[in-house]
């Protein structure tokens, strides 16, 4: 089992940028697939981006060259970088880890972190 932790949320204006982190603990970090989903009010969560063990990446495409995600094996620390941002990305994000998984499907995740609120004003 992986312990995750996010973190760099908060609210920016429309076209800004945030870094957000997710701290890892636990053993092998290196050994996991890593992904990023967000979840808005009354909406399902949703697949944002992934990075696997590889260091292979995944984008949903309404983030596809805004978003990077990245992975620091080192420092047991995964990121995402939101640039443009736009007030549709306004939700709460959360990291996760698994093993085997289809990237875009949530359930074949089994470690999350607690989520960070992102808030992007227009």
């Known amino acids: 089992q992986v312990q995750l932790v996010e973190s760099g949320g908060g609210l920016v204006q429309a076209g800004g940028s945030l870094r957000l982190a997710c701290a890892a603990s636990?053993?092998?970090?290196?050994?996991?697939?890593m992904g990023w989903f967000r979840q808005a009010p009354g909406k399902e969560r949703e697949f944002v981006a992934a990075?696997?063990?590889?260091?292979?990446?995944v984008y949903a495409e309404s983030v596809k060259g805004r978003f990077t995600i990245s992975r620091d094996n080192a420092k047991n620390t995964l990121y995402l970088q939101m640039n443009s941002l736009k007030p549709e990305d306004t939700a709460s994000y959360y990291c996760?880890?698994?093993?085997?998984?289809?990237?875009?499907?949530?359930?074949?995740?089994?470690?999350w972190g607690q989520g960070t609120q992102v808030t992007v004003s227009s």
């Open positions: 996760a880890a698994g093993r085997s998984v289809v990237v875009v499907r949530s359930r074949d995740y089994d470690n």
């Open positions: 990075i696997r063990m590889s260091g292979y990446t």
């Open positions: 636990g053993r092998t970090f290196s050994s996991y697939d």
